[in-house]
């Protein structure tokens, strides 16, 4: 991936004075959340498990509510920056809170679908929050384009 783009990555999660050398370090870190979340959505989607959404919802709302105990920061800094001596992650700001609570929304509403027996309408969620993500980064790209 472009360094640009990892720069403009860590500038879109609230990280406002990151500079090109801290960067490389924040950018791995701040990627540790998405990918092992990305992980359990694909598995939630094979499955089609309504309370495993639910679980998944109710892991982010906590990280929205709590960001001082996110679980996947403890992780990072347990199993990454301690044995390395990189600096901890620290709660996550407000932009990085907004994605947490947006993305628990749609697993809430995907959950509950599925209990629901709602299926269609759990596809639809599904298929949508994609869409949403594709719209904000273009939208982050045309009118928020900063560098660190």
Not at 122 to 143: D, H, N, Q, V, Y
Request: aromatic letters at 12%; one cysteine or more; glycine letters at 6%.
């Amino acid at each position: 991936m472009a360094e640009t783009a990892k720069r403009n990555f860590v500038r879109q999660q609230g990280i406002r004075d990151a500079d090109a050398a801290t960067c490389s370090r924040q950018y791995p870190a701040l990627m540790l959340q998405p990918r092992l979340v990305g992980i359990l959505v694909v598995l939630a989607l094979i499955f089609q498990n309504g309370p495993f959404f639910l679980a998944l919802s109710a892991i982010l709302w906590w990280n929205v509510a709590v960001p001082a105990r996110n679980p996947f920061d403890a992780l990072y800094n347990r199993l990454v920056a301690l044995p390395k001596d990189l600096p901890p992650m620290t709660p996550a700001p407000a932009p990085r809170r907004f994605a947490q609570g947006m993305a628990a929304t749609f697993m809430l509403a995907v959950g509950v679908s599925l209990l629901l027996g709602w299926h269609l309408a759990a596809w639809i969620l599904e298929g949508f929050e994609p869409g949403l993500r594709i719209t904000w980064k273009l939208m982050m790209k045309m009118f928020f384009n900063p560098t660190c």
